[in-house]
DNA sequence: TTGTAATTGAAAAATATTATCATTTAATAA
DNA sequence: TTATTAAATGATAATATTTTTCAATTACAA
């Protein structure tokens, strides 16, 4: 089982949130497939059990738990965000996650890792996405929390 | 230089495109900056000095661009897109670009280059993206480009 | 120069996300 | 249990973002 309930309450009474039906029942009906699935979709899911749930709250709660790293968000090109359980010369990026600043950087080659998740998994992998988060300097000392 | 007005040209052309002055302008608006910039942003600029190129013109040329790897698309967290020159148990994904199924991977530590990313930039890091993204074995079968 | 398929811009349409605010409710402690 | 209260919800509206449409224009190969 991917998916503990108490977990979910206790993480998210341990910072302060709420551990309401509506948040039950998005954790549940992303916990319950494999796919990753869109805002719209999840809340196409829980709006056939759930019509009185709001897509609103939907989005609020996509956005604690994965805050909260109780589900995870991924980019898949297009559509930007989707939600899945938590269970030339090329270079990567930094971004500060207050002020928006990216730093480039390069020399890190992911190419063996490339080949040995191809010969797994069979994918023909045509590109990747290194990206790491934080704050920058000039915001570490601006940003409270 | 980053930019070669010559190499965007003949880039597009090998792949079919024309080279117009609209891409042009696109182009070197975002190779004049070290930001990365959003394409509403992107627009801001270009309509400045050409205001009579439209926003539409701007989001189709992103993604021609983009998927010639003229520039470099990036994912930063809230607002999804932006773009700059080209130049639990914690896993990541495989994402198959034609049906969007996920693959989870783990096992690969990051942490030795966080460490150094944040010596050498002063960046406090709280995250990271990591995801390979390609065709998977059933999709491979099926598309043709 | 000509022909033609590609591209463009304006507008509208479609999507996606966020803000507002009156009402309801989960959690704490009396 | 009950009362209290800050947090959360849902309906709606407001924004923001992206895509579609289509007639007019244009790059460029022939
Ligand atoms: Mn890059
Ligand atoms: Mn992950
Ligand atoms: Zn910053
Ligand atoms: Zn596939």
Redesign the interface.
Known sequence: MRFSEKKTATILRQHGYKFTPQRRVVTQTIAST???LTPAAIYEKVHQEHPNIGLVTVYRTLDILAKL??I?E????GS???Y?T????H?H?????NC?K????SG?DLSE??QR??L??????????????????AC?KEVIR
Not at 86 to 89: H, Y
């Open positions: 494999q796919d990753h790293g109780l995870c991924l980019h898949a090109g930007c965000h989707s899945t938590s269970a030339s010369e270079h990026h930094l971004i500060c996650s928006g990216v730093v480039d950087f890190y890792l490339k998740l191809s797994e998994t069979g994918f023909e992998i045509e590109d990747h996405l290194l990206e790491f988060i934080g704050l920058c300097q570490q």
